[in-house]
């Protein structure tokens, strides 16, 4: 545990001193290019691989780097890192292609009965997570699996995975780069992760958005087929689970509220955990995490920009989710509502599993007691946050989201 709090002067983010000295240096010299055929053919050089498989991913970057390029304003580290992650994506869709070639039996495996969890964002979606994951009959995917769901060439398995120091270095950069941001919100390599990360390697998803300023990337992208992406995302959990069998995924992203018909379609015997929260405490929290997280790359962070997006899709999310509940009738989904999850997890977690088609067993009992004992609040720090910061008001909130709120009891 720490005193921590985090800071609410968005505007000008934490910097450790070497940052501060080194991203006015980095930026005499001439970056690296972000243009789409570079980054692929950096990726195929590295990799000495050709085939990137399917979708094709040259629009989708294109759009992207346009966005990124135009409104992201990136400092020069934001900007290196960037276009790391970019072709680390690229080189994971090449290695991960050469392995669905090299074993058919790859794209055989079954992605049986996915219990899936999503909502808005701070509606308790992650401790949920964390919790199942601890059932010992579920399959997760760990932050080291989502950073490189490929495997590196001849590489050892298990504990001496170079895929774990990689995701272990990746932890340690961003608790020192961005000690506010990990204590909105935690990053563990050995720990739970988002599979939107997966559905990013076809570079149809909402990560950037969430991560920087790519409003344009972010309006194209919602007229865009996301079954593609979700195709993707299938193919990833098979190549993961053929490294690490599952008999069952648990799996979770509010990125899913968005796209509902498309994941159940996909997975089209998937049961989704929806969870709840007054946008009024979860869309201040949210907006204050995306401003965290864009003072990673850049040096320019507006609170008031960020609230107008986000409020905007947030009004989207939610829209189209009650809509595919009503077509559905509610089918295949199950409720959670945060206030009561928080005052009772365990209960809260017991009562999902008739739903689930789980047993309920002392043993089970026991594991997730155990995870919700290594899951204190505030572990890194507190949140701290105000709806001023960013334009907004509890009672302007609950008129916003009147429909939701009355819609679930909230």
Known sequence: M???????????????????????LLGLLPGGSLAPERLIEVARKAEDLYDLGEPDVLEPLTRLVDAIEAEAHLHPIGRMATRTRLVGALRNRLRAQALFAAHPEI???????PIVITGLQRTGTTLLHRLLAADPRLRSLQS?????????????NGEADPRRAFARRAEKALSW?????????????????????????????????????????ARWLEDQDQ??????????????QWQRPAARWVLKTPHHLEWLDTLLTVFPDATVIHTHRDPAATVPSFCSMVAHGRGVMSDAVDPLDIADHWCRKLDRMLSRALAT???RGDEGFVDVHYDRFIADPMGTVASLYPALGLEWTPQVEQA??????????????????EPADFGLSPDGLRTRYRAYIERFGL
């Open 2 to 24: 720490t005193d921590r709090t985090t800071r609410r002067d968005y505007a000008r983010p934490y910097r450790p001193w070497p940052l501060r000295v080194g991203n006015p």
């Open 107 to 113: 794209l055989r495996q079954p992605i049986t009965a």
């Open 144 to 156: 080291w699996e989502a950073l490189n769901p490929a495997p590196f060439p001849d590489a050892p």
């Open 177 to 217: 780069m961005a000690p506010d941001f990990f204590a909105v919100h935690p990053v563990d390599a050995e720990g739970q992760e988002e599979e939107v990360l997966l559905l990013d390697f076809s570079f149809l998803s909402t990560v950037p958005e969430a991560t920087l300023r790519v409003p344009s990337y």
């Open 227 to 240: 079954t593609p992406s979700y195709d993707t995302l299938k193919r990833m959990l098979q190549l993961l």
């Open 325 to 327: 509940r009503a077509r």
């Open 368 to 385: 997730i007691k155990a995870r919700l004992h290594d899951s204190p609040r505030n572990r890194y720090g507190r949140h701290a946050y």
